[in-house]
């Protein structure tokens, strides 16, 4: 409220990103407009019903409710780095070859590096050497930060593991080698990241499921980040899809509700 002359309501805080980075949204009103008198009685309305915040209060905030609220802070900013990371260690070919293996389904390509990890044999083979043959393999995005994490989503899962000696794959790992489970690779992505159970529920809710449907109803992720989940089920024949338009929808694969 600047007087009686002009008020300004909108989202944008006084902060440099808040008035310079951000999309934000307000409305000036002029003098000339009655809804300024409004705005004004509405603040005073404020002023009267608050009070002031004593020293002991104000000592109390700092030590019970910042903390509480740096926290939360933290695991948001830590939330958002893993959506970060498994999205660029995401399907698009977890080991892409030539164009015609771009279509290679997450589940193949991990055999594949699990079967170079497992051809090392008495050796083992280094972390360094692993991901020197994901770039090779991987020329479109051949970047060692983005083979790193692709790397790290094995371990995250449980599908290797590393020692002294180099990597191994676990017995998981050397069960899905032998089996070609990919009914025990989608469990094991279950324990690694329980967002693939609000897939599930979304699928057993609602007959087609559009990525955006998803991303708009939770707190974290986005229609891209869902996208990349629908395709793993994809690959792993948990899934298939269809286009409503020009949209990509997914439904139970085999129009039942368990498949494991």
């Known amino acids: 409220m600047l007087g009686t002359q002009v008020a300004i309501l909108g989202s944008a805080n006084i902060t440099y990103s808040g008035l310079n980075k951000n999309n934000e949204l307000g409305i000036a009103i002029y003098e000339s407009d009655s809804k300024i008198f409004t705005v004004r009685d509405r603040l005073q309305v404020f002023m009267e019903y608050g009070y002031e915040l004593t020293k002991d209060q104000f000592q109390w905030s700092v030590k019970n409710d910042?903390?509480?609220y740096e926290k939360r802070a933290e695991s948001i900013k830590e939330l958002m780095k893993t959506i970060k990371t498994e999205k660029e260690a995401g399907l698009q070919s977890f080991v892409p070859g030539d164009e015609k293996d771009r279509v290679?389904?997450?589940?193949?390509?991990?055999?594949k590096i699990l079967d170079y990890i497992n051809s090392g044999n008495s050796k083992f083979r280094k972390k360094k050497e692993c991901i020197s043959w994901l770039i090779k393999n991987s020329p479109k995005e051949?970047?060692?930060?983005?083979?790193?994490?692709?790397?790290?989503?094995?371990?995250?899962?449980?599908?290797?593991?590393?020692?002294?000696q180099g990597i191994q794959l676990t017995g998981i790992g050397n069960q899905i080698i032998e089996t070609e489970s990919k009914v025990e690779f989608y469990k094991r992505l279950l324990g690694a990241f329980p967002e693939f159970e609000i897939v599930e529920s979304y699928l057993k809710?609602?007959?087609e499921v559009h990525p955006k449907m998803i991303a708009k109803e939770e707190d974290y992720g986005n229609t891209e980040y869902w996208a990349i989940r629908?395709?793993?089920?994809?690959?792993?024949?948990?899934?298939?899809?269809?286009?409503?338009?020009?949209?990509?929808?997914?439904?139970?694969?085999?129009?039942?509700?368990?498949?494991?």
């Open 142 to 164: 051949g970047k060692e930060s983005i083979n790193e994490i692709r790397l790290s989503l094995l371990f995250t899962i449980g599908l290797i593991f590393e020692n002294k």
């Open 205 to 207: 809710d609602n007959k």
């Open 104 to 111: 290679i389904d997450y589940f193949n390509g991990v055999l």
């Open 230 to 260: 629908l395709r793993w089920l994809e690959s792993l024949d948990r899934v298939k899809s269809n286009y409503i338009g020009k949209q990509k929808y997914y439904s139970h694969f085999n129009g039942k509700e368990d498949v494991i």
């Open 66 to 68: 910042i903390p509480r």
